[in-house]
């Protein structure tokens, strides 16, 4: 179409948006199908469970399953399976909290640690090599676009939050 008749042409509202959503459950479809049967394959790990140890190894002095959920953005009901499963294959420990005997405490096992390290570095080379056509600039320009429109959301999110 010449760029003539582009600049008469109306919008639709949320065309562009429902562009965007689609374009990023397709992406998110992409990589979450890849790295989660190499992490499979190669470790016995989903990315779910990947998740949680990521989640474990930035907190070295271990998380509440409350707030392991909050940082998963995930039930409670589906950190409680997960932890279960990571319990069983002896890659965490849970003890009960010493400050509020109602919650447990979960951390890396030193198995754990050792397996999230060789899969964390397998996770870094897969993304790395699913990008690797992709020059640089536009990565960091793809990066921070994304984190804008997060934080406009997030605000957005948090005044209709409190108008209720």
Not at 85 to 95: K, W
Not at 98 to 123: M, N, Q, W, Y
């Amino acid at each position: 179409m010449p760029a003539a008749l582009k600049a008469h042409i109306v919008p639709v509202p949320g065309q562009v948006e429902t562009r965007l959503w689609l374009q990023l459950l397709s992406l998110h479809g992409e990589f979450f199908g890849s790295l989660n049967s190499v992490l499979s394959s190669e470790f016995g790990l989903s990315l779910a469970k990947f998740d949680v140890l990521a989640q474990l190894d930035r907190c070295r002095d271990g998380l509440a399953l409350g707030q392991l959920s909050q940082n998963l953005k995930v039930s409670g009901g589906n950190v409680s399976g997960l932890v279960q499963r990571l319990l069983a294959d002896d890659l965490i420990s849970r003890e009960m909290s010493s400050e509020d005997r109602r919650s447990f405490i979960v951390r890396l096992t030193p198995k754990g640690e050792a397996l999230f390290r060789k899969a964390a570095d397998v996770h870094k080379k897969h993304l790395g090599e699913r990008f690797e056509n992709v020059p640089r600039r536009e990565l960091d320009a793809a990066l921070s676009v994304l984190r804008s429109i997060s934080s406009k959301i997030r605000t957005e999110s948090k005044k209709q939050r409190h108008k209720k």
